[in-house]
């Protein structure tokens, strides 16, 4: 019944997250009624993903080429203050607080047998090599456990308080202001701002 160019468009948008065939459906037929320039710069946008989006060679956020985020090249921002997290998307509300001058490290995931995600998944080697880089150079690093408080965010700062602990660096977590089984991404700015303020 339908051309098979819009089959198919419907049948990759329903491969996004929380869209069903009928809300991809929806989402083709309102994207078909669009002027072709729109289209156009819509496809573009995601034609240039794979290439011009890259990871932050520190602190593996988003970048538009190969060197630094625009948080780690901050000669603003505290390099010795650097707040762990588990997902690039979770920087985004602490950044919306204003009240964070640190940098941060995206572990890209938390420990999790369930999912096979073992610690040597993630990136806890270049977060370990960052505070190891900061000693030497005689500055100590504060590091921020920034992780949701689930089952899995709580295992993964229990590893990375005891990994970190022997290299005397000052390990503090959010304070308890988020609700157990939360996600940082969806906490409100207040909520954040008081987490970040009594961390301990």
């Known amino acids: 019944m339908l051309p098979s160019s819009l089959k198919n468009l419907i049948d990759q948008l329903s491969k996004l997250p929380g869209l069903g065939q009928r809300s991809a459906t929806r989402l083709a037929f ?19 993903l794979p290439t011009k989006i890259k990871h932050c060679p520190r ?20 390099q010795n203050l650097i707040c762990v997290v588990e997902d690039i998307l979770d920087i985004i509300p602490i950044e919306r607080t204003r009240q964070f001058s640190g940098v941060y490290h995206v572990l890209g995931g938390l420990i999790s047998p369930v999912e096979g995600l073992a610690p040597d998944k993630l990136h806890i080697k270049e977060l370990v090599a960052r505070v190891k880089q900061l000693l030497a150079q005689k500055i100590q690093p504060e590091i921020i456990l920034a992780l949701n408080p689930t089952t899995e965010g709580d295992t993964t700062s229990l590893y990375l308080e005891k990994l970190l602990k022997p290299s005397n660096a000052k390990i503090t977590k959010l304070n308890r202001g988020l609700a157990t089984g939360s996600d940082l991404e969806y906490a409100d700015e207040t909520t954040l701002i008081n987490a970040l303020k009594y961390r301990h």
């Open 30 to 48: 309102y994207l078909i009624s669009q002027p072709p320039a729109d289209l156009n710069a819509l496809a573009q946008a995601i034609k240039d």
């Open 59 to 78: 602190c593996f956020n988003l970048t538009s080429d190969s060197s630094l985020c625009a948080v780690c090249a901050n000669k603003n921002r505290q």
